[in-house]
Each structure stands twice: as structure tokens, then as C-alpha cells.
């Protein structure tokens, strides 16, 4: 029996490995269209969010075709994150698919994933058993989001952007089949070599902006973010900068120095993925960047609550910031539509030297 | 010698602008028309009226614009698309030059650009809901049994502030029925659904944007006096709606293309536009899980350009001439 997860807030590839390392294969989810978004806000809450409706939707076609075993990850960090526990909800809501299972196996510790894999898959699952499974599934988040982050980059700064297209897929292909830690950090180390070994461009970037957020918009190939990557390739560099690695857990001695510069900004008690995004921001406007990107995955609500920090961040560096949720498959036009708004106004910036 | 004139071509969800400028940049016509779903035609007709009047002129270049541009860029092979924000900026800037702020709204779509010392700083436009733009009026309007045209002057006749939940049209639309139901006058109840569309769209749209005068209101909506009124309050400062409000984005693509085209325009004739079979179709890639939707833009039975693929699968099927993106001139053939 085909085990699957949700297209939205989960990464095939990680999701993937962590059940290929416990002996279970995950399920291709069905494509999201009108018709799964139609089933979805059939069966939805009419007040749950759009993205909700379409992960509703999307499950119930993967039930309809005989698929019953959900296993998906969430936060349960301190941020306001709907992606929660939800499966109380799911199997309630599903209650008369005979067959249907519905756990969170992520956990907000060790102990937590045991118990909630234990849950998933039975008592057979072993302490080592988890631990390799976790170290699989964080590091290939972990190069996973290092592939995406340096790839994009590489696309303005290399002269053979479609050598780093190859590349990415190449690396998204190799973190795919690399079963275990060892075979991850192979992967790791020939990706950097591979990068460092791109011929560069020798002109500069055009204009430089850096990117915050997109913590849970992890790489899929020819991603909706693919949209906003593609900016690079008309010379522009997108920075994409995050401190969130999921494999090391972030001290406090780290993010001290981090909070201490958010200070004015982040007031309550903030998440990890917040504090990051909002360092980065300050760090890309003292070091004269023309612009900052803000990306985050719609409905995503620690990274909405941020919009209007980075907003105030922006508004007295006196730097143009552009927020920008991304939607699954959706609405490409008018991402398109204000990235290029966005890149016209700071190369107008730019041209009457306004940029600081 | 024939005189030059740039065209500048706006289809949005609603309507379709055409605006020919000459040398001087003095707009010499212009159309304004409800689109009616009809992209193709509705260009063909509005083109024949604008540019087809215009006697000893030639055409130097075109900018097309609006959520349409793409596909009217294809059909008139434009020399520059742009996107709506940098087409209304150039626009104003033009005419206004001294704008600090420019509040547009449209059939579908609302913006709003930050203007500073003659160069846009700013701008954000309407999210995943319609309820701060003309929709919510077509649809009052639709409700109340009344033109749409005739909601600016119903709202003017106001003599009692009547609030209308303008969070959502749905709410909306129950909040105003309720008020018939209770007795409250016509022109009250569209008055205020006005300040609703504003208040929605200065807690969506302008939230957080340092609006100053002098402010430009911009777009189809703009011929409603009873918003121009309500922003007026709302802001606490005069709110100009200028002469071409409903094709100001039009002018803009057309002084973009005036700007971008340094040699012969790539624009075809009237006639060829005009006896064109153009027509766009839509399909699903099935090659991959991303399912991207294709949009197929055909002539005389051969694909001529597409556009939406995430990888270069269908680019190299089109054969007549690629989209010209991001605002690029494309190379003159």
C-alpha cells in the first residue's frame, strides 16, 4: 500500500527518502487543477484558507484512487503555523474511508518523531532506524535548499546559464537517489565542485537583490519558483540567503546576535524562520543591495506576519521590497507581472542614482 | 513624409484601450472599450477606430500592456509588452510630473505606485480578492438594478452615511440587501459601498505605503465620483482625476515604445492585423507532474508563439515570432 504526503508544504524528494530509508515508497500526488480545487472547497471548512482547500482536494483524489496511508510533515515550532497537527481533523473528515490513516511524523524532538513515526508505521519502527531516517530527510532539505540557493545565483553569474539548469536538475536527480548520509554528503561535494567549476561572467550584476524567506518553497524541478529564478538570468543576482538548516538545531548562542539587530523590528516572540529573514534583510540592506525579495508560500502564516516587519525594515533603509507569496501552480501571470514591475523600478532607481 | 505615431495597446479583464501619440507625445486618439471576452476582436475593432482614422500618419512602434499584453503583443507582433505598473508610471510622470502617489483601479485589479522626485519607489496591487476593484461595482450595480455608469452620480445624491461591509463581496452583497430590506434610500446604500471599496482598498492594497499628495486616481473606476469623494475623505487630501484616467495605461505603453524602438517597428499593418485568423488556445502539458498550463497562440493553422511552460518544451514549436517578456524589445525584423 502506497504511502503519500501533500504537494504543499512538503518536498517529495526529502519526504521520499525518509520512507525509502524505512522501506516504503511514497506515492506521485495528482496534478493540482480546477477540479481538485473545486473538490477541495466541496469538502473544506468554508472559512479554511485556499491553499487548504487545494491539499484537501488533492487528498481526497489520492484516496479516490486508492492511495490511504498519509504520512506528512509540520511545524511545531513556536510560530502561529497552520500547518500543525491536522491529522485529528483529516481522519475525522475522512472518517467513513475505510483504510485511511493520517499522521504528522515530523516532531519537535527525537522522542516526538519516534512516537509519531511509531504511530505511522507500526512499533516495528527502531530508535536507529528513526534517527537514520531524520538524518536523511533533514539532509537532503539541508542540500536540497543549498542546491536552490546557489543555483539561482549561479544563473546571473555564470556565462552558461543553461549549464546551471543542467546542473540543478542533475543535483535534484542525485539528492533524489542518494540513500544515505554518506551518499548525501558525496552528493554535497560534488555539487560544489561542479558549481565552483562554472565559468563566470566577467561584467557584473546589473542590480542585486536579496532574497529572504521561502524557508518551505523547496526545490521541486520547474517549481513556480522557477518564475522568480529566471529573473537572474537576465543579470540581475538574486541572493537567496536562509540560516535555516533543519539538520543542525539553531543554538541560542546563534540567533542571540541575530535577534539583538531584529530588536526594533520583531517585538514579540518570534520564530527561527522569522528572525533569519529579518537579519538577512538588514544584513542585504547595509551592504547596499537595490533590493529585497520577500517569498513565502501562500497561506504560510509566521512568514505573512513578517510582511509588515519587512515592510517597516524597507521603509526606513529607504530600499524597495517586494513581497511575494507563491501559490502551487497558480497565478503565474502576476507573479511575473510584479516581478518586472518590481526590476523596472529599481533599474529607474538605479538610474537616477537614487539607490543608497 | 508621413507624420509618426507610436501605438499603445491596454486589454484588461474588462476593457481594451487603444492611444496613438505623436512625436510631441500629444495623445492624437484614443478608444476605450468593454472587452466583452473577445480579446482578438476587440483589438481589431478598437485599432481600426484609433489608428484607421488617423490620415498621413505611418506607425513607428507599439507598446502593448495590461493582463492581455502578451497575447495582443503576439497578435500585433508588438515591439515592446510591459507590465501595467511601469506603462501607468511612465504615463503620469509624463503629464503629472510632480505625482507623489497614483491609486489605480480596474475591472479585476487595483494598484497603487509611490511616486519620488519624478521615479516609481513603490507599488503593490490587489492579492487573491477583487473586493477593493470594479468587480464589486459591476456587481453592486447589478444588485441595485442601476447602469454602472450611474453609480457615481447616485453616490453624489447621498444625504446619510449608510456602512456597507466591504471586507468581501459576498459579505458585501448581504450587508446590502439587508439594507434594502430596512429601508435605507438607493444613493445612501451606494455611497456607502463606495467608502467600503475604498476602505478595503487602503487596508489591502495601500497598507503601509506612504501616500502623499498630489494623487492621481487612475483607471475605469475613476469615472465614479462618489470613490473619488470617498478617498478624498479617507485621505484627508484632494484626490485629481486626470483627463485620460481610463487610458492612461495605454499612453504609457505607447511612450515606452516610443522610448524603446530605435529602428523600424516589427508591428504589422492594419490590414494583416485585421485579416488575421489569430486565436489563442489553451492546454495541459503532460509531461510532468507540474502540469503547466500552455497557452497556444495560432495563424493560418501554425502556432506562431506560446507562452507558460516552466522549461523550453513548446518554445521552440512557435514559429513566427516569440513574445517579447520583461519588457524587452525584441529584435526588429
Redesign the interface.
Known sequence: MNHFTFSWGSNYIAVRGLLRALGHELATPPRIGPAIAERGTELAHPFLCFSGKLVLGQLAAQLERGDRRLAFMSSLGPEACRCADTSDYLRSLFADCDGFTAHRIGGGGFGDALSNLRSHFGFRVRRRDCFRAYAVFFGKVDLLHKVDKRCTALRCLSSTPERVRELEREALDLVDRSAGPFALWRTSRWFDREAAGLPLRPEPPSLRIGVVGGEHILSELDSIMAVVKGVAERGILLDWRSGFRLLARTSEERLAPLKEKCRPYLHSAPSTSEIFSCAHATDFIDEGYDGILHVYAFGCMPQTALKPVLQRVAQDASVPLLSLSIGDRFAEEGLENRLEAFIDLLEARKSKGATK | MKRRVWIGIDVGSITSKVVAIDERERMLASTYERTRGRVVESVKDSLRKAVGALVGHAVAGCGTTG?ARKLVGALVDADVV?????AHARACLSLHPDARTILEIGGEDSKIIIL????????A?N??CAAGTGAFLDQLATRLGVPVERLGDLAAASTRDVAIAGRCTVFAESDIIFKQQTGHRIEDIVAGACRSLVRNYLNDVG??K?IEPPVLFLGGVAANRGIEAAFEEALGVPVTVPEHYNVMGAFGAALVAKETVVSATKMRSLDEIRSSDFRAETF?CPH?????EIVRFVESGSPVATL?G??ERWTAEATRASVP???TESTPT
Open positions: 493582463s510591459k507590465n501595467e505598473i511601469t519620488r522626485d519624478g521615479v516609481p519607489v513603490d507599488f496591487m492579492t487573491v497598507k503601509g506612504a495541459t510532468c507532474p507540474n502540469a503547466c507558460g516552466r522549461c517578456v520583461h519588457g
